[in-house]
Antibody, heavy 121, light 108 residues
Framework: EVQLVESGGGVVQPGGSLRLSCAASGFTFNSFEMNWLRQTPGKRLEWISYISFSGTTVYYADSVKGRFSVSRDNAKNSLFLQMNSLRVDDTALYYC??????????????WGQGTLVTVSS | EIVLTQSPATLSLSPGERATLSCRASQSVDSYLAWYQQKPGQAPRLLIYDASKRATGIPARFSGSGSGTDFSLTISSLEPEDFAVYYCQQRSNWPPLTFGGGTKVEIK
């Protein structure tokens, strides 16, 4: 069974940092492109970052570019999101999700349950 | 960035009724439009991809149609478990991948 389990969320002050982790199991992690997405308190869904199989290619949404950094450790079946210079509008439930196999990219076929990040003074 | 606009925001229907949800793109996405279902406390689940193809395990009562800028998701006869929020998502031109604002299908 495919499992994605996020961790690392919490309450942080504006300007602070957090590092999110996503532990993957039940599939060959290094064969899948991975992503981070978030869902705001108003339930809006936003894709924020992509990382290729080996980690050599990464993309970011404009809203987080220059502040967030995605990485992966294929030996440990783990995905990470380093979040710096956090702002109040970064408050959201953060999901890791994989691109589905055989779709040629861009479709999320498995998601974690999310980790909540709250940015507040 | 391609903006997706979903309508209506809320659809109030009874079990057994037909639901039709709309998604409009700010520019053509060809057929690269997907639909996801989200129930309270759960992550989104892929229902439809490439406008009309059902994902693995999705019942036949769910169907999608459209191309270019106008798309629809139809649930032919609502089951109790279908009351949820539905999002459209495009993968035609990315990054960024973008989602619509969602349509909530609620029990009338």
């Amino acid at each position: 069974e495919v499992q994605l389990v996020e961790s690392g969320g919490g309450v942080v002050q504006p300007g602070g940092s957090l590092r999110l982790s996503c532990a993957a199991s039940g599939f060959t992690f290094n064969s899948f492109e991975m992503n981070w997405l978030r869902q705001t308190p108003g339930k809006r869904l936003e894709w924020i970052s992509y990382i290729s199989f080996s980690g050599t290619t990464v993309y970011y949404a404009d809203s987080v570019k220059g502040r967030f950094s995605v990485s992966r450790d294929n030996a440990k079946n783990s995905l990470f999101l380093q979040m710096n210079s956090l702002r109040v509008d970064d408050t959201a439930l953060y999901y890791c999700a994989r691109f589905g196999d055989g779709y040629s990219g861009g479709l999320f076929d498995s998601w974690g349950q999310g980790t909540l990040v709250t940015v507040s003074s | 960035e391609i903006v997706l606009t979903q309508s209506p925001a809320t659809l109030s229907l009874s079990p057994g009724e037909r639901a039709t949800l709309s998604c409009r793109a700010s520019q053509s996405v060809d057929s690269y439009l997907a639909w996801y279902q989200q129930k309270p406390g759960q992550a989104p689940r892929l229902l439809i991809y490439d406008a009309s193809k059902r994902a693995t395990g999705i019942p036949a009562r769910f169907s999608g149609s459209g191309s270019g800028t106008d798309f629809s998701l139809t649930i032919s006869s609502l089951e109790p478990e279908d009351f949820a929020v539905y999002y459209c998502q495009q993968r035609s031109n990315w990054p960024p991948l973008t989602f619509g604002g969602g349509t909530k299908v609620e029990i009338k």
